[in-house]
């Protein structure tokens, strides 16, 4: 997209790259909003787009137009409503205590306008809500439809690479994917944002699926409370329970978040069924390597669930996907399937086909957290051990045949 800001002026000449400096670093704009400014990757660069997405009603106009609000404390910002009335906007900015005085709402949905706008207003943060209900006049199709989401995308890329400012745009993921989403304009944007949920817990979390300035491994957590979202600084608390290990089938496990630690809660239920084909759920992990675990399970650890309907989640919705979470989702279903408690404890390495445990990285840091949440049991990886030892590390006595009628619910 660089060049389409060059063109017209010819071709571009070599500088040297010393001379370019740190200057995102200098430059960048803190929201004010700690949690998005981690995801972000340390504020908003000038002349960057940063494309929000996630399921219709999850919050993301919530989202962004805080985010406006927060931004347009310092700078002049441009909320361009192209699904809601200026009204709308106005309704809910009441409600979020987001009507700040900077802050210029603008109904509409044709692009050229934005830009028209944007051009003569002195605006140093534009947000967008949203990519799929703009439209840009002389393109054929329909708003929502590929060919208009990625030309709106690619006109307003153009825009903040010439006004030099950010660009916020909102994009809706759905999952029988009936509009262009997201995906269409993930390679033109410079950072790729998902908003996701938590619906019984009314948790938020905002993770990066791309991100040039920054790096995709963080993870901001929210709230959504009646007064909008809500940062949540120290999650951890909140998704391990009270009474960790004291029912069969749960293990906490030490997340790494970007440079945060965030103790999450691994459950397992591994009950006896009849059906021919037993069930296999899993919310929260890679449903691929929780089947790979079963097989490591079985043939490595003598834990039989193969006439079993298996269920495994991540408490509070969050999604892992660090192998490192292998040892702890392992044990969960060990503890359950021999319906054996483990007391508050923690696990972390990863489980290879050969049923060996390798260490986790980070394991410093993973500890500390451990350490303040009390929990000093930890099963981890390590040379040479197998998933049998790990089992014993974490008082499971699986004997060949004997939990496989000892076990049943
Ligand atoms: P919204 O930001 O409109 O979602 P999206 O833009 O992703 O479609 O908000 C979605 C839901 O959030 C909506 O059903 C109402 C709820 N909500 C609150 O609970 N508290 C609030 O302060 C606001 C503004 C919305
Ligand atoms: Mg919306």
Redesign the pocket.
Known sequence: MLEASQGASGPTAPVRLVDLGATNSLTRSLTGIGEVDRVFGGGLVPGSVVLIG??????????VLQVAAAMSRSHRVLYVTAEESAAQVGD?AG??GAAEPGLDVLAEVDVGSVERVVDGGGYRLVVV?SVQTMRVGDVAGPPGGVTQVRETAARLTELARRRGIPVIL?G?VTKDGSLAGPKVVEHLVDAVLY?EGDPDRGLRYLRGLKNRYGSVAQVGVFE?????LVEIPDPSGLFVGDAIGVMPGTVVFPALCGRRTLLVEIQALVAGTSAPQPRRSVTGLSPRRVHQLLAVLHRHGSVDCRSCDVFVSVVGGLVIDEPAADLAAALAIASSRLGKPLGPMAAMGEVGLAGEVRPAGGADARREELARFGIDRVVSGGRGRSISEALLAAGIRPERGRHLRAAGP
């Open positions: 996630g399921e219709p009603g999850v919050g993301k106009s919530t989202l809910r409600r979020l809500d909102v809706h908003l959504m409370t009646g007064a909008g």
